[in-house]
């Protein structure tokens, strides 16, 4: 079992798992040609992917999606509350198959396991994906933790975590005020502190792999990520990885 990312950020997002015969993209909030060539640094061909599970309806985690899918044939996964929002823009599409947040759900050699998380949206779910050997927690969009959240994510073989935000660099941004509460509110994002409170509430004795994802260009910096999970797992900064929104991370293999 492998994963990789295009991308995470404001801009856009996507993930790869695969394994055996199966490979699925978690999001798509690049374009039709940039998705492309996003993969293929991975060395990934579009029409091998076998499903494109998205997690909620903001744009740069579905902007991409319909046009990608509808070119390459891909089935896409959705859950119903976020297919009553934006379902129109699957209208036309075959292989669109809804799912509650809470049902897990096999595509080929990987077990789905969504989640339902805190963020603003319809409903919004987070991710584990397994192959019965191993587990990827993948958690990149989430205003507070749950016990629910927690339980999910406890005892992954690996984690792509938030850290979206440092919580001074936001507080003294030129954001407007408005967009520093939302952002920092329950259903917003997650801030270093709150990644790393998260990290250290789990499970982590099998894990192998800890990414920070979806940072803020403008309110965060890898290396106050990298610190703050490092202190949660009482570990080298070192040994924090880190998905950037150009060129996300390359694959990672369990």
């Given at each position: 079992?492998?994963?990789?990312?295009?991308?995470?950020?404001?801009?856009?997002?996507?993930?790869?798992?695969?394994?055996?015969?199966?490979?699925?993209?978690i999001?798509?909030?690049?374009?039709?040609?940039?998705?492309a060539?996003?993969?293929?640094?991975?060395?990934?061909?579009?029409?091998?992917?076998?499903?494109?599970?998205?997690?909620?309806?903001?744009t740069?985690?579905?902007g991409?999606v319909?046009?990608?899918?509808?070119?390459?044939?891909?089935?896409?996964?959705?859950?119903?509350?976020?297919?009553?929002?934006?379902?129109?823009?699957?209208?036309?599409m075959?292989?669109?198959?809804?799912?509650?947040?809470?049902?897990s759900?096999?595509?080929?050699?990987?077990?789905?396991?969504?989640?339902?998380?805190p963020?603003?949206?319809?409903?919004?779910v987070?991710?584990?994906?397994g192959d019965?050997?191993?587990?990827?927690?993948?958690?990149?969009?989430?205003?507070?933790?749950t016990?629910?959240?927690?339980?999910?994510l406890?005892?992954?073989?690996?984690?792509?975590?938030?850290?979206?935000?440092?919580?001074?660099?936001l507080?003294?941004?030129?954001y407007?005020?408005?967009?520093k509460?939302r952002?920092?509110?329950?259903?917003?994002?997650?801030?270093?502190?709150?990644a790393?409170?998260?990290?250290?509430?789990?499970?982590?004795?099998?894990?192998?792999?800890?990414?920070?994802?979806?940072?803020?260009?403008?309110?965060?910096?890898?290396?106050?990520?990298?610190?703050a999970?490092a202190?949660?797992l009482?570990?080298?900064?070192?040994?924090?990885?880190?998905?950037?929104?150009?060129?996300?991370?390359d694959?990672?293999?369990?």
């Amino acid at each position: 079992m492998r994963f990789a990312s295009i991308g995470s950020g404001s801009e856009g997002n996507g993930l790869v798992v695969e394994s055996g015969d199966t490979r699925i993209l978690i999001d798509c909030g690049f374009g039709v040609k940039d998705t492309a060539s996003r993969l293929a640094r991975l060395g990934i061909e579009p029409e091998s992917l076998a499903a494109i599970l998205v997690t909620h309806e903001h744009t740069d985690h579905v902007g991409g999606v319909p046009a990608f899918a509808t070119k390459y044939g891909i089935a896409v996964y959705i859950t119903f509350g976020t297919l009553q929002v934006i379902g129109e823009r699957f209208a036309e599409m075959d292989r669109v198959y809804g799912f509650d947040s809470h049902d897990s759900f096999a595509i080929g050699d990987l077990m789905v396991q969504p989640f339902p998380v805190p963020h603003d949206a319809r409903e919004p779910v987070q991710f584990v994906v397994g192959d019965g050997v191993h587990r990827v927690g993948v958690l990149t969009d989430i205003g507070s933790s749950t016990r629910y959240v927690q339980a999910s994510l406890s005892g992954c073989d690996a984690l792509v975590l938030e850290c979206n935000h440092d919580a001074e660099m936001l507080a003294y941004s030129d954001y407007p005020y408005s967009l520093k509460q939302r952002i920092a509110g329950r259903y917003g994002h997650l801030c270093n502190e709150g990644a790393a409170a998260l990290l250290g509430s789990l499970d982590n004795t099998r894990l192998k792999h800890i990414v920070a994802a979806h940072l803020s260009q403008q309110n965060n910096t890898p290396e106050r990520a990298r610190a703050a999970l490092a202190g949660a797992l009482n570990c080298s900064a070192d040994w924090i990885g880190v998905a950037d929104q150009a060129t996300g991370f390359d694959w990672r293999m369990l």
